[in-house]
């Protein structure tokens, strides 16, 4: 990332607002009858059409909503045509890729269907259940095998779009996309992106070391692969015939299905996403950290297209400071106009891009713009695009910029989050973010949450050799989970041990017979939860420490840990005995900064603002 300019708009600051943990799902299995779903839908199409300027504030455009309810087939009629290449993900490093056989996939079967929750789009939530046990699998890494929690980097429908596929930290799934249900994983190791083409007979994957491969549906063969340096994105062309890829080395790159051969263009700068031109097999558009959107011809070797001279003729004169990091790109074939996005919170559209290119008024989304699904609608005017916003938003926006149906944001600013969109014949929308996975209607509002997958950091884990232990809390309770660490498995669950009462977890420490002390707090005072190996929750321990202001954990050694209050105390907590005992106090009135086990004096160290480090005891 090259450095910033100083007149640029400003950066938006992570805030995050609480909103309701326990909004009013209803379970899928309530079963809503189909002359009532029916009438929702039409009424949503009634009501919905508001003709909005691009400032409007909610409502959909007439062309989107009653483009979408077009796309509804109707009582034994075949899905319309899918709405076009879409879909893709980023991705970082991982564990070791599978081998580069050219064998069929070997599906591997999951744990029984669980009911997705439904809710309102407005007021989706991340959360999980406690009380439900989490998903994930056993896997193989660095000679162990760990509990690895299901995670939902990227999703695409293949076949009809009765079933699309998830990448993630387990693998790639295929899912049953009325019900969410996973139905079987296909490939085993943490993939980093999917994408397929509109007609669905095959799909792309990549992995953390840069593997491409293109797969045969469903007939799970393998088509095609290469090796891409730090691939971040892919996306298939629309008649299915090439993937591309834009990385984080500077390139983007072609493939070629039928033959397995790759092109490769130098972008001079990271590239954050890629879009196929559906009019020209050997161009790539492609957004990047250069502050603009353009396209090269790969072909021949050379960039074609830049927003950047469009952008400053338009901002000559007004007063927009600069264009920022472009995250996302696409084109749309029926109105010929290219799409960008990215930091500086713009939704940009170039038109007449094969003639003289001119440049819109941006649309301002409130947001760094971080996805780009396009398009839904069957005629120019009824065009538009699902764009996500980095404030876990996604908005349907019609190209001529009026506003549509929204999902989200859950969250109460931008936080530079991942979104992933992918477009359905039916016209509902998959979306991936935060490792969550959604299903949204647009029509009627109604979103879907897979019980399959979970946000990691929200996930407080205790690592062991043995196992892995989860504590929840909501409110004053805490549920504990454990995953014992067995034979690699596709799909499993945690048991849940009980619960414990609490303000919070403070900190699980572990120790080296495998008793782990769960630190909670009761009255302002720490608690002590132990949970010995293979056994269940012991009976709390209340110590003297306190703990209204909380205070920093250090480890000694396998038998010990150490605690310090806002006061300067220090307390050792073992296992054996079980509890805690005071050592000392750490001398000055500075605020603690630190906590550590200073093996040359075999003492605590204590850094206090002001004082430097005070030795305890």
Known sequence: MKSRRASEPRRHVLLVVPLPTRPPFRSHGEVRPQAFTFLARVTAGVLFPLVLGASGCCGCPVGLCTSLMKSLPGPGSSPPPPPGPLVGAGGGAGEAEEGASAAPLAPETGQAERAPISGDAKRPSLLLDPRVPIRGAIQAQAGKTVFVPHTAEVA?????????VVAGATGIWLHDTKTLAKRSRLVSTRAIDVTAPPDGTRFAYASPGGAVRVIEYPSLKQLAAATIDVPVRIRFSADGKRVVSGSESDDVTLLDVATGKTTEFDTDDDVNDVFPMPDRPSEIAYAGDDDEFAIADVAKGRKVFSSEPLVEGWRSSRSFFTMRDQQAVAFDPVTKVLLGGGDDNMLWRVDDLRGSPTIRAPIELGGNVVEIACCAGQTAAERAAYVAVDDLQVRAVALDGRLGPQFGPLMGSVGSFKIRIALLPSGDVLIA???????WDPRTGEALRSTDYA???????????ADT??????????MVHRAKHGAP????????????????VRSTLAFEDGTRAI??????????VYLPPGGGLEAPIDTPA??????????RDGKTHGYVDAAGEVYEITASPRGARKVGTAAGSGSVASLDW????????????GHGFVYVP
């Open 455 to 465: 946000e990691p950091p929200m996930l407080g884990a205790s690592v062991l050799d």
């Open 598 to 609: 200073d093996t040359a004096s075999k003492r605590w160290r204590v850094n206090r603002a």
């Open 469 to 478: 232990v989860y504590v929840f809390c909501d409110g004053g309770t805490c």
């Open 546 to 555: 306190d703990a209204s202001l909380g205070g920093p954990f250090a480890k």
């Open 489 to 504: 498995a596709p799909d499993v669950e945690t048991s849940i041990l009980g619960e414990l009462q609490g303000d919070g």
């Open 519 to 528: 630190v909670t707090s009761k009255d302002g005072k720490i608690r002590l």
């Open 156 to 164: 695409a429908p293949v076949g009809d779009g009765s079933s699309f």
């Open 433 to 439: 973010l935060r490792r969550a996975l959604f299903r």
